[in-house]
């Protein structure tokens, strides 16, 4: 007999097929991370050439802008502050004929507003909201106002309207204004509304990161509402402004109009605060400034506003420090014309 021949059948077994897919999923895997790292490592380029184009055109407009400073429309002198990441001048920048004030510096302003409200129990007495915390260490303040408005016993009487008000106070001192004296207040008896709404700028007041806001009725305002239960109550909305400093990395520019008034006044509630250049992150001074022989002035030199001819800019720029490519740092130094010896 001849014998069969033995046939064999063409293909891979179950253990080869598993194992090709999972050499397959490896390599999947390398490629993957590969490609993924390739391209967060370009977008990274991207957004830091982005950031140093930002702060190349950033500091054209201040080296154009410092140049050009001059004394306030106000008569004051053309630098008012030269500090290592804020920088104030006075320059007409817009073109428009009148100088603005002109602030630079590295860090974010941030707002908020607090209530709090008091009674008065007793005819003729007084009730205080203290406001702290507001600000911490390093931290300085814009900017701040308070709006104070009141219930009680006020209103027409035989005495006369002008009889029955409330004095405002800051922090104990004078009295700042009368509240609910008179008819313009449009005051009430034991009204269940707030009253007489009146607004103070008390920013000088506020500096230190505490405020106590009083208000204190007169004797006729008596205690007569809600069954005899208070005389007065004062209601306070505190609102502020203020810059943390280094913590977004922005570079910021503020600039303030003039006030008209005689003279004209450059109110800091009036500045407007625009972003020039991100990812900012200096640990030396971004401005530094020399004197009309080219030596640099310290910071806490006494005379570095007047003796200031020359302001250097320095600025590190990195999207994320923790990642090549490595930061960009962009040097110039900038004359100004007006004070030349």
Same mark, same amino acid.
């Given at each position: 007999m001849i014998p069969d021949k033995i046939k064999t059948k063409n293909g891979f077994t179950l253990i080869?097929?598993?194992?090709?897919?999972?050499?397959?999923g490896i390599l999947w895997g390398i490629m993957s991370a590969f490609i993924i790292t390739l391209y967060r490592s370009q977008e990274h380029s991207m957004d830091q050439a982005v950031a140093v184009d930002e702060a190349r055109r950033a500091a054209d407009i201040m080296a154009?802008? #410092?140049r050009q400073a001059r004394d306030a429309d106000n008569g004051a002198y053309p630098l008012e502050k030269c500090g290592g990441k804020e920088f104030i001048f006075y320059g007409d920048v817009d073109g428009d004929g009148a100088v603005e004030r002109v602030r630079y510096f590295l860090a974010m302003v941030q707002s908020g507003t607090e209530t709090g409200s008091?009674? *008065?129990? !007793?005819?003729?007495?007084?009730?205080?909201? &203290?406001?702290? !915390?507001?600000? &911490?260490?390093?931290? +300085?303040?814009?900017? *701040?106002?308070?709006?104070?408005?009141t219930r009680g016993r006020y209103g027409s009487y035989f005495g006369g309207s002008s009889a029955r008000f409330s004095e405002f106070s800051v922090d104990?001192?004078?009295?700042?204004?009368? #509240?609910? =004296?008179?008819?313009?207040?449009?005051? +009430?008896n034991c009204s269940v509304s707030w009253q007489g709404l009146k607004t103070f700028d008390v920013t000088d *007041? *506020?500096?230190?990161? /505490?405020?106590?806001?009083? &208000? $204190?009725?007169?004797?006729?305002?008596?205690?007569?509402?809600?069954?005899?239960?208070?005389?007065m109550k004062a209601n306070f909305d505190f609102f502020w402004t203020k810059e943390i400093p280094n913590? $977004?990395?922005? @570079?910021? =520019?503020? #600039?303030?109009?003039?006030?008209?008034?005689?003279?004209? /006044?450059?109110?800091?509630? !009036?500045?407007?605060? +625009?972003?020039i250049s991100s990812f900012v992150r200096n640990a030396p001074p971004v401005f530094t400034y020399y004197d009309k022989n080219g030596i640099e002035i310290g910071e806490n030199d006494p005379n570095i506003l007047v003796n200031t001819r020359a302001v250097g800019l320095n600025m590190i720029i990195d999207v994320k420090p923790e990642k090549s490519p490595n930061s960009?740092? @962009? =040097?110039?130094?900038?004359?100004?014309?007006?004070l030349k010896d």
């Open positions: 080869e097929t598993l194992m090709a897919i999972a050499i397959f154009k802008e #410092i008091c009674t *008065a129990v !007793n005819t003729g007495s007084a009730c205080s909201v &203290l406001f702290d !915390n507001f600000l &911490l260490s390093g931290e +300085t303040l814009k900017f *701040a106002e308070v709006k104070v408005s104990g001192g004078a009295k700042l204004a009368d #509240i609910c =004296r008179y008819s313009a207040d449009s005051c +009430t *007041a *506020a500096r230190d990161g /505490s405020i106590l806001f009083t &208000l $204190d009725g007169s004797d006729s305002v008596t205690k007569s509402c809600s069954w005899n239960s208070f005389s913590v $977004d990395h922005e @570079l910021k =520019r503020g #600039i303030t109009d003039p006030a008209a008034g005689n003279p004209v /006044s450059y109110p800091p509630a !009036n500045e407007q605060i +625009t972003g960009y740092e @962009l =040097r110039q130094t900038v004359q100004i014309r007006n």
